[in-house]
């Protein structure tokens, strides 16, 4: 297993500027809490939030956004094939978190479908739906955990986690 090394906008990096994004978007007061606002961090968030070199194991995958993406699709078991086993996938069910990060990205694509590019604000504007829609539980991805997680690495993801993947 090689060890990597992350740094510029590749890997966890991505994912950890958009973290503290978020944790400093909702740290806000309410009133500030508007697309506006959000958009203008999204959009300085490399000189807002500067690099931190953070070491970690990929076993076969890129030191990319993509890469740490398919890393942890891959923890959700989003390759589990429900009736064969093959090269890449395993026998059994995906994990809840996965099952429902797929179901609120396939409603909320419906209700937003005017957002279907794939540059970089586009994923900005997809992210702050899943952040303050009323159509799914979005407070499930404002607080920590698997499905933040999930939403952080697709964001970072950029154009290789536009909406059709």
Known sequence: MPLYHSGGST????????ERLIDHFFSLPVASQTSATFANLWSSRAVNYLDVPTDYIIPEEANTAAGWLAYVKR??????????????????????????FLADRTVLQAATSAITGVADGDTGRRLYQFLVSTVI???RYRRGGQYRELLVSWSAGGTSAAPSS
Do not use: M
């Open 11 to 18: 890997g966890y990096t991505s994912a950890a500027r958009i």
């Open 75 to 100: 923890l959700h078991n989003s390759t589990a094939n429900t009736s064969t086993r093959g090269v890449f996938g395993t026998l059994a069910l995906p994990s809840p978190v996965w099952s429902d």
């Open 137 to 139: 539980d979005s407070a």
